[in-house]
């Protein structure tokens, strides 16, 4: 069955740096799109960043461009978040999502990890 | 950015009950709307796509209806598992969701 298992979460001072990683399994990782989405607590979700199945493509929020960046490595079926510059606002649990449509960028998520919370604070 | 505006935001029914939620976008999205559901502690389920398609395994209790600018998730009869958060998310572009509506037991 279809896994996502994010990681690398945890507590961070404003303005350091942490790697969130997705390990998926139960499909064919490299024929789909994938997201990270992140929920502030208590609030709604908000849209991170996505990369194309192939990595051909990376798009960002704005709430996060330039300082967040997207990378998959298809041999080991995993996704990753690097997150610099972390500021408080960053705070939430984020989760990495698949979408639905094999190498078509169809931008909405059929599966979901169970999150990772990261906390910024001093 | 497509902002979409999702209402209400909280909702207070009985089991039986007939419900409705409407998302409205700042500009035309066609059809490419999803719903999910989400409950505590949990992360959110696809429920539709394409404004209409319901996601497999999803009861058919549950259905979308609307184009372009408005949109509406609509649950025929509540059952008790139904209590939850439901989020509208667009995909005309980069994805952006609705603020929630928190579905609560009368």
């Known amino acids: 069955q279809v896994q996502l298992v994010e990681s690398g979460g945890g507590v961070v001072q404003p303005g350091r740096s942490l790697r969130l990683s997705c390990v998926t399994s139960?499909?064919?990782?490299?024929?789909?799109?994938m997201h990270w989405v992140r929920q502030a607590p208590g609030k709604g979700l908000e849209w991170v960043a996505v990369?194309?199945?192939?990595?051909?493509?990376?798009y960002y929020a704005d709430s996060v461009k330039g300082r967040f960046t997207i990378s998959r490595d298809n041999s080991k079926n995993t996704l990753y978040l690097q997150m610099n510059s972390l500021r408080a606002e960053d705070t939430a649990l984020y989760y990495c999502?698949?979408?639905?449509?094999?190498?078509?960028?169809?931008?909405?998520?059929?599966?979901w990890g169970q999150g990772t919370l990261v906390t910024v604070s001093s | 950015d497509i902002q979409m505006t999702q209402f209400p935001s909280t909702l207070s029914a009985s089991v039986g009950d007939r419900v409705t939620i409407t998302c409205r976008a700042s500009?035309?999205?066609?059809?490419?709307l999803a719903w999910y559901q989400q409950k505590p502690g949990k992360a959110p389920k696809l429920l539709i796509y394409?404004?209409?398609n319901l996601e497999s395994d999803i009861p058919s209790r549950f259905s979308g209806s609307g184009s372009e600018t408005e949109l509406t998730l609509t649950i025929s009869s509540l059952q008790p598992d139904d209590f939850a958060t439901y989020y509208c998310?667009?995909?005309?572009?980069?994805?952006?969701f609705g603020q929630g509506t928190k579905l609560e037991m009368k």
């Open positions: 999502a698949r979408e639905k449509t094999p190498k078509t960028p169809t931008h909405y998520f059929d599966y």
């Open positions: 139960g499909f064919t990782y490299s024929n789909y799109g």
């Open positions: 990369i194309w199945f192939d990595g051909s493509n990376k």
């Open positions: 500009q035309s999205i066609g059809s490419w």
């Open positions: 394409e404004a209409s």
């Open positions: 998310q667009q995909y005309n572009g980069y994805p952006t």
